[in-house]
T-cell receptor
Framework: KAGVTQTPRYLIKTRGQQVTLSCSPISGHRSVSWYQQTPGQGLQFLFEYFSETQRNKGNFPGRFSGRQFSNSRSEMNVSTLELGDSALYLC???????????????FGNGTRLTVT | SQQGEEDPQALSIQEGENATMNCSYK?????LQWYRQNSGRGLVHLILIRSNEREKHSGRLRVTLDTSKKSSSLLITASRAADTASYFC??????????FGKGITLSVRP
C-alpha cells in the first residue's frame, strides 16, 4: 500500500505570495490532518478533514485554509505569506471513523516551505 | 499550548543501553500515542495505549500509562544507533485534536 504523499517536497516563496500544498492519503483513509512543524513551536495542529468536511481547526489565522476532495486528497493554502510561515508542513491520514483519535496517524514526509 | 510535554528534552546514551522517555499531560484523554521522527522526515507511529490500559509492548518498546498521574513513559530496550531520532507523545484532548509535545531528541552512540 502506498504511503501518504506530499507535494512538493521543497518550496521557496517570497513574502506576500500564496502557496498551495498537496496531500494524497493512504488509499481507503478518509481523514486528513495538517500540522505545521517549527523548531520553536513544535507540531501545531492546523485542521482536519473527513469526507470533504472540515471536522476540526487549530488556532491559525484565516490565511491558512484547506479543502478535501471526494477522493480524499487534500490541499492546504496559505495566502499573503509571512516570514514566520517558514516551516515543515506535515499531512497525516487515518481511517478516522470517529472524531476521537483512536487510530494511528500515517504521516507524509512533509513539504519544507521557506519564505524569504 | 502543548497538551503533552516530554521529558527530558534530549537524551544521549550508548548503544545497548535502555532509553526511558516520559510524557506528562494536563487533561483527561482517550488514548496516548508515541511517534518517532527521523531528521527531515515525517512522523512514524510507534504505539497507541488506551486510557484503560496500563502497559503495552511492541518489540523493544514498552509503554506505560498512569492516568492518575497523567503521565506515560516509553522505554526502548537494547538501543541501537538506528533508534537515533526525535520521539513525540500525542494525546487526544476534549476538543478532539491530537496534540503533540515538543519531542525528545534521542542520540544513541555506537
Amino acid at each position: 500500500k502506498a504511503g501518504v504523499t506530499q507535494t512538493p517536497r521543497y518550496l521557496i516563496k517570497t513574502r506576500g505570495q500564496q502557496v498551495t500544498l498537496s496531500c494524497s492519503p493512504i488509499s481507503g483513509h478518509r481523514s486528513v490532518s495538517w500540522y505545521q512543524q517549527t523548531p520553536g513551536q513544535g507540531l501545531q495542529f492546523l485542521f482536519e478533514y473527513f469526507s470533504e468536511t472540515q471536522r476540526n481547526k487549530g488556532n491559525f489565522p484565516g490565511r491558512f485554509s484547506g479543502r478535501q476532495f471526494s477522493n480524499s486528497r487534500s490541499e492546504m493554502n496559505v495566502s499573503t505569506l509571512e516570514l514566520g510561515d517558514s516551516a515543515l508542513y506535515l499531512c497525516a491520514s487515518s481511517t478516522g471513523q470517529q472524531s476521537s483519535y483512536n487510530s494511528p496517524l500515517h504521516f507524509g514526509n512533509g513539504t519544507r516551505l521557506t519564505v524569504t | 499550548s502543548q497538551q503533552g510535554e516530554e521529558d527530558p528534552q534530549a537524551l544521549s546514551i550508548q548503544e545497548g543501553e535502555n532509553a526511558t522517555m516520559n510524557c506528562s499531560y494536563k487533561t483527561s484523554i482517550n488514548n496516548l500515542q508515541w511517534y518517532r521522527q527521523n531528521s527531515g522526515r515525517g512522523l512514524v507511529h510507534l504505539i497507541l495505549i488506551r486510557s484503560n490500559e496500563r502497559e503495552k509492548h511492541s518489540g523493544r518498546l514498552r509503554v506505560t500509562l498512569d492516568t492518575s498521574k497523567k503521565s506515560s513513559s516509553l522505554l526502548i530496550t537494547a538501543s541501537r544507533a538506528a533508534d537515533t531520532a526525535s520521539y513525540f507523545c500525542a494525546t487526544d484532548s476534549a476538543n478532539s485534536k491530537l496534540t503533540f509535545g515538543k519531542g525528545i531528541t534521542l542520540s544513541v552512540r555506537p
